[in-house]
């Protein structure tokens, strides 16, 4: 079965501070990574995702992730966080077959005091 | 391009009582799949649908079911309300003609349900 792990909970940051948000997957096959934001009052919008190739993906708003097989691991950064970030952050895997279903972490809750 | 839309956006109801929450999916998509997001928790998998027939179930008792209809819009049932079922719940949409989109899924606004 897979599960998706995401160590912190609460995450407070300071405008124009740096960002590393930790994921860490289990499933014994190949995979789909994502990363959706919810925004306060919002709906889930996906940041960005990886299914194959390079393994740094860059989504919207300046946000990146590296896939490290080795670590079954997908962290999002960003090199300066705004206090328009402010949101749930949510890791999600999926298997490698069309049409199946995610797997969300916890969420991460991040807040940017301007 | 209509994104995914969902109905009702917020619904009250006692323990016992029956609920139904409809979806309409992203134009171009043939597959629906319905979460679970409790607060303070990420959202878990109900069940999918794809072209009318329940392609994946989560871990939820019968009493949760589903419905997607020929124009790929879907319903979830949920019988016998209890107190946990209060959440919000979530429908996404995928699929298309090429085959990356069929791995994106893309999330309504959810039905927020309270049962007292």
């Known amino acids: 079965a897979q599960s998706v792990s995401q160590h912190n909970h609460h995450v407070i940051l300071s405008e124009a501070a740096s960002l590393e948000l930790g994921c860490n997957y289990s499933y014994g096959g190949t995979v789909n990574l994502f990363w959706y934001v919810q925004y306060p009052g919002q709906h889930l919008q996906l940041l960005l995702k990886y299914f194959s190739g390079d393994p740094l993906v860059k989504g919207i708003k300046g946000f990146e992730a590296e896939f490290i097989k080795s670590k079954f691991s997908f962290n999002l950064r960003k090199p300066s966080v705004q206090w328009s970030d402010t949101a749930e952050y949510f890791c999600?895997?999926?298997?490698?077959?069309?049409?199946?279903?995610?797997?969300f972490g916890t969420g991460t809750r991040l807040t940017i005091i301007p | 391009e209509t994104g995914v839309t969902q109905s009702p956006t917020h619904l009250i109801k006692t323990r016992g009582q029956q609920v139904t929450l409809r979806c309409s999916s992203q134009s171009g998509h043939n597959t629906v799949s319905w979460y679970q997001q409790a607060l303070g928790q990420g959202p878990q998998f109900i069940f999918q649908y794809y072209r009318e027939e329940e392609n994946g179930r989560g871990n939820f008792p019968p009493r949760f079911s589903g419905l997607q209809f020929p124009n790929y819009s879907s319903e979830l049932n949920v019988n016998a309300l209890e107190l946990d079922d209060s959440a919000l719940y979530l429908c996404?949409?995928?699929?298309?003609?090429?085959?990356?989109?069929?791995?994106?899924?893309?999330f309504g606004p959810g039905t927020r349900l309270t049962v007292l």
């Open positions: 996404a949409s995928s699929g298309g003609t090429g085959v990356i989109s069929y791995n994106e899924q893309f």
């Open positions: 999600a895997v999926s298997s490698n077959f069309g049409n199946e279903k995610l797997t």
